[in-house]
């Protein structure tokens, strides 16, 4: 997978949108408290040797998508030396759970003056991240990659700010400048394949993928991401080809478990996905893999039209989180529980769990920047029970404070949503040219506005952009996602009736 966040799905966007910026730092010598960059490379700030070598190797895995192997080893080094500032922000972002990436962030924060003033920039920066501040987050990774232009690292995660944003020219620039400065560093290829894939260039992608697989063949990771790319294109049968590869390598790889389900799923191979999922659920080595499971399943079944059956699941899954008071992950499961009930027609339902989650995040000890991104999700929900209801008016005045705050942010992934309630809306008042205007200007790499888009140009008589709308949308063969599992067979079915 390209990002380990991507897995663990519990850090939605809509309320934690921090993109899992792998920890730029590079080895040194010497026993000093901050070891010397004179190479070019970010400094790692540690009073002990052991404790940095025992970073390093967590880096390692870190970087191979070998998340829960590096634990032991960010965890290690913490214990020698607890104020290992990057430690505790690597031990974040490898975190299973939102509530222990929340609790080593915050720790991380508290001991980054302690660090050089590069590591606090990275620290900082993620920090923005997970308060939906893009602008400040952009601007201390902008300082960092001016201090070290050189270090691969710090182009890796400035190219995946820019890839969370959407900004896919921006982000393969730097992905190609990381692989020019280090041209084995291997995860440079597979995200880099992630972004020719998402600008349909998957001639590209599928080099970049076979270039990860190379340097890096007995891990698991460069067939998932390959297998994904396949699921993409369609071909299913290689796709699972290429997953059960990287399990035959390390059968306990959770993201190949989940990619599978998903390629079973489109085979039409329903009982195959919901039994891998099951597997994937027995063999779980913690809260956050057992919650994807779950979350998988809830996807299963709601692509099938079983609501109740979805919703019973997500009820399991925020039974987990709960179990550990992981408010965050509790408030997400409650997001998804609103959206499936919203997809059922069930709005007053939807509208409980919507609230739910609202107020569990605005009286938790989150941190005001959650609480504000959870204010502002809400209103996006509102708009969306109205639309379903049409009740315009109401969705109009709810997309407006949306569109008001979105723009204050400068968050561009709440102004694509922004232009998607206002094209959602003026769909539903049968505007069809203001519902295109607005939507094209929407995340188009979400199914649900691909389908919409299709709707609006049936409705203006272009029967031609109607038809493509509708297949990339009922095409769109992602991993697992609840957004593409409300439309999917209803998308495929119609295609093949218009065709």
């Known amino acids: 997978m390209s990002q380990r966040k991507t897995l663990q799905l519990v850090l939605t966007a809509s309320l934690l949108l921090a993109s899992a910026a792998l920890i730029a730092c590079n080895q040194t010598s010497g026993n000093t408290t901050t070891a010397a960059a004179s190479d070019g490379k970010l400094p790692i700030t540690t009073r002990s ?235 779980a080595r913690n809260d956050g893999e057992l919650r994807t499971a779950y979350f998988g399943m809830a996807v299963v079944a709601s692509d099938a039209g079983k609501f109740d059956k979805a919703v019973q699941v997500m009820e399991k899954e925020y039974a987990v989180a709960q179990k550990t008071n992981d408010v965050a992950s509790m408030a997400a499961d409650l997001q998804a529980e609103g959206n499936i009930l919203a997809a059922k027609a069930d709005y007053v339902g939807a509208r409980g769990d919507f609230d739910r989650s609202f107020q569990m995040i605005q009286t938790s000890g989150q941190s005001q920047g959650i609480k504000d991104n959870a204010k502002l999700l809400h209103e996006f929900n509102l708009a969306g029970i109205a639309i379903g209801k049409e009740d315009f008016a109401s969705a109009k005045s709810h997309a407006e404070e949306f569109r008001k705050a979105a723009e204050a942010s400068k968050n561009s992934v709440q102004i694509k949503q922004a232009h998607e309630l206002t094209g959602r809306v003026a769909l539903g008042e049968k505007d069809y040219a203001e519902a295109i205007a607005e939507l094209e200007q929407a995340n188009l790499q979400d199914p649900l506005n691909l389908y919409r888009l299709s709707q609006a140009y049936r409705g203006k008589g272009d029967a031609a952009k109607a038809q493509d709308y509708l297949a990339k949308a009922a095409d769109f063969n992602s991993l697992p996602m609840l957004r593409y599992a409300f439309i999917r067979t209803k998308a495929q079915k119609m295609v093949a009736q218009k065709g």
């Open 49 to 283: 040797d052991e404790a940095r070598q025992e970073f390093l190797q967590g880096r390692d895995l870190s970087e191979r998508l070998l998340g829960q192997e590096s634990l032991q080893h960010f965890d290690k080094a913490l214990s020698i030396d607890p104020e290992f500032a990057s430690a505790e922000l690597a031990r974040a972002n490898n975190s299973p759970t939102t509530k222990e990436f929340s609790e080593h962030l915050k720790k991380a924060v508290s001991l980054a003056d302690k660090a050089s003033d590069a590591e606090k920039l990275l620290i900082l920066s993620n920090e923005a991240g997970a308060n939906g501040d893009t602008e400040k987050q952009k601007s201390y990774l902008e300082k960092l990659v001016a201090a070290y232009p050189n270090d691969e690292r710090v182009q890796f995660a400035v190219g995946t700010y820019y890839f969370g944003q959407q900004e896919l020219d921006e982000a393969v620039t730097h992905y190609k400048k990381a692989a020019e400065i280090a041209p084995n560093f291997s995860p440079t290829y597979n995200i880099l394949g992630y972004a020719y894939r998402q600008q349909g260039d998957f001639v590209g992608a599928e080099q970049a993928f076979k270039k990860y697989v190379e340097l890096i063949p007995n891990d698991p990771n460069p067939y998932d991401s390959y297998a994904e790319l396949l699921l993409k294109m369609g071909r299913f049968d290689d796709s699972q080809a290429q997953y059960r590869k990287a399990l035959t390598i390390d059968p306990h790889f959770q993201p190949s478990h989940f990619g599978l389900s998903a390629a079973l799923l489109y085979a039409g191979k329903t009982d195959d996905a919901q039994a891998e999922l099951q597997k994937m659920a027995d063999q």
